[in-house]
């Protein structure tokens, strides 16, 4: 089970329908209402989603609940995480301690920073079906991300784009009009297109000291959070987004989780994995995602689950599935039809 700091429970709560029983809501999470904010205290990922579903069924702006949740967003709220944003000597740098930190805040999500030639992507991961509790987080996390970007950045930020995984609502203009730029809704990712020259721009409070400092604590902090599901939610992760460069090595994926081949070996094996399996199952995973949620060429999923050539694409997933890439994706296509 995955978890999600308490800090967005209460951010959402504030800005639900005043008509709305907010304890009866907040018992869905365990979250005591006259509790102080503590964004080291966890809820339960599903516990978490439930309460969006249920605040989406009655509250009448919900639409826009989670742009609202993601406009009160500040780097305070956050704790070290937030500090060591804010401290980033540009928004780049603050972006890059998302990739690295984002543990502290939840066990669920990660960030990864791509450069292109239209920008810089700034992605939101998260394994699962996209539901209507995890669709309302997706779009809450990204709006937190415009938010904190818009309060250390010196420059004016506004993205080039946004775009979300899951299907768009029956209205969109409220996006179009929060983010202030084009939103891609079935687009195959969670992410914001930043242009590369607003990510040097230097942060108000930027102080490489100070990030010095907080990039130490936060080491520290989430050395203790690194349970054996953690580190294989991780590494499945990082495995994914590796793959249209190719299967990595396991030297690379541990490195990228700040360990040695041998101690993720050994993680892995405590939960009954080998670093082949993981591959595998990511693989399988990314390729079923794929193809319910976008309508890429088999070749183009091919490519990004690491294969070389779509005929060994297409002999991987029937070993996987039992049928074949095409057959998957018009299953899938009736199902959610229906």
């Keep these: 089970m995955g978890q999600i700091t308490s800090l967005f429970v209460h951010k959402v709560i504030r800005q639900v329908d005043g008509s709305l029983d907010r304890r009866a809501l907040l018992d869905l999470v365990g979250v005591d209402p006259d509790a102080a904010v503590d964004p080291a205290f966890m809820v339960a990922d599903t516990a978490y989603y439930a309460f969006l579903e249920a605040i989406a069924r009655s509250d009448p702006r919900a639409i826009d609940l989670p742009l609202r949740v993601g406009a009160t967003m500040r780097c305070d709220d956050y704790g070290a995480f937030g500090l060591a944003w804010k401290s980033a000597v540009n928004l780049r740098s603050s972006y890059e301690r998302a990739e690295r930190y984002a543990r502290a805040l939840t066990s669920v999500s990660t960030y990864e920073v791509r450069d292109t030639d239209e920008g810089v992507y700034m992605h939101l991961h998260r394994e699962g079906e996209r539901h209507l509790g995890l669709r309302l987080s997706n779009e809450a996390t990204i709006a ?191 199902e959610s039809a229906g």
């Excluded at 891609?184 to 990712?189: E, K, L, Q, S, T």
């Excluded at 590494?235 to 190719?246: I, K, P, T």
């Excluded at 949620?293 to 999923?301: F, K, N, S």
């Design 144 to 334: 937190s991300i415009v938010a904190i970007s818009q309060e250390v950045c010196t420059a004016r930020f506004q993205p080039r784009a946004v775009y979300f995984s899951h299907k768009s609502p029956r209205h969109t203009a409220a996006h179009e009009h929060h983010f202030g730029c084009p939103v891609h809704f079935g687009a195959g990712m969670d992410a914001l297109l930043v242009s590369s020259e607003l990510l040097q721009q230097p942060n108000r409070l930027g102080d490489p000291a100070i990030s010095k400092f907080f990039d130490a604590h936060l080491k520290e902090a989430l050395s203790s959070y690194d349970d054996g599901e953690s580190v294989e939610h991780r590494a499945r992760a990082h495995v994914s987004r590796a793959l249209s460069q190719g299967v990595p090595r396991i030297s690379d994926v541990a490195g990228g989780l700040g360990l040695s081949g041998r101690t993720l070996q050994r993680r892995l094996a405590d939960r009954g994995y080998s670093f082949q399996t993981l591959v595998d199952e990511s693989r399988r995973e990314l390729a079923q995602r794929l193809l319910r949620e976008t309508r890429y060429p088999l070749a183009e999923i091919a490519f990004l689950t690491g294969f070389s050539e779509q005929s060994a694409f297409n002999r991987a997933f029937r070993r996987w599935a039992g049928q074949t890439p095409k057959a998957f994706r018009l299953q899938a296509g009736s």
